[in-house]
């Protein structure tokens, strides 16, 4: 489950992730076979996929306990042979660190 926080936050990273909206499901599956591995790593809190209705973009929403653990699961030989491919169904990944600067809920 996501944790958005303005105080002891997690690391976050957004990736915008561009594809052609006749791969956008095939981008979403290979992303959804990444998120998998990801979870088992060391430092995961949360990945959220979600794909925009223009079939132009996947937006994942990751969380992890330090930008170490973060930066070593993306490393992982496992990670970069089993899915070098990705680049091939994508034509731009722009993955950036955020941190959360003001939360606001509505009523329930």
Do not use: C
Not at 93 to 105: C, F, G, K, R, T
Request: hydrophobic share 35%; no cysteine; glycine share 4%.
């Amino acid at each position: 489950m996501p944790q958005i926080h303005a105080d002891k936050q997690p690391v976050t990273q957004i990736t915008i992730v561009e594809s052609e909206p006749e791969k956008q499901a095939e981008a979403l599956s290979v992303m959804t076979e990444r998120a998998r591995f990801m979870a088992r790593q060391p430092g995961f809190i949360s990945i959220s996929l979600h794909r925009s209705l223009d079939g132009r973009r996947i937006v994942n929403y990751v969380q992890w306990q330090n930008s170490d653990l973060l930066r070593s699961a993306h490393q992982s030989p496992e990670f970069r042979r089993q899915w070098g491919h990705f680049d091939d169904i994508t034509s731009e990944i722009d993955p950036h660190l955020y941190e959360v600067s003001a939360v606001m809920e509505g009523k329930t």
